[in-house]
């Protein structure tokens, strides 16, 4: 069983960053690929970004230009650098570790199998 912790979450201004960071237990596949997710209240869970084993990112439309989605396969961990905050960033940001996965399908939440408890960003106008 491998376990997802967050971390870096809080309460920012708009404009503001932060860098969210996410340490895997172990890795879970051979190749595996990892992705941040986020559920404001009320809403559904949609994606931010993902990323494969190699290190090549997706990005939601929304957040081009101003997340930056990295990882660290030594240390199985992943990160999200967060700049130019909005309130609609507001939510909960998951972490999530899947099977080998390549373009727009590291944006789809039913690919990835495993998911840590998420750590909540608020930003304030």
């Known amino acids: 069983q491998v376990v997802l912790v967050e971390s870096g979450g809080g309460s920012v201004q708009d404009g503001g960053s932060l860098r969210l960071s996410c340490t895997a237990s172990?890795?879970?596949?051979?190749?595996?690929?990892m992705g941040w997710f986020r559920q404001a209240p009320g809403k559904d869970r949609e994606a931010v970004a993902g990323?494969?084993?190699?290190?090549?990112?997706n990005y939601a439309d929304s957040v081009k230009g101003r997340f930056t989605i990295s990882r660290d396969n030594a240390k199985n961990s992943l990160y999200l650098q967060m700049n130019s905050l909005k309130p609609e960033d507001t939510a909960m940001y998951y972490c999530?570790?899947?099977?080998?996965?390549?373009?727009?399908?590291?944006?789809?939440?039913?690919?990835?199998?495993?998911w840590g408890q998420g750590t909540q960003v608020t930003v304030s106008s």
């Open positions: 999530a570790a899947g099977p080998r996965l390549d373009g727009w399908l590291l944006l789809v939440a039913t690919q990835y199998t495993y």
């Open positions: 990323i494969d084993y190699d290190g090549i990112p």
């Open positions: 172990g890795a879970p596949y051979p190749d595996t690929s």
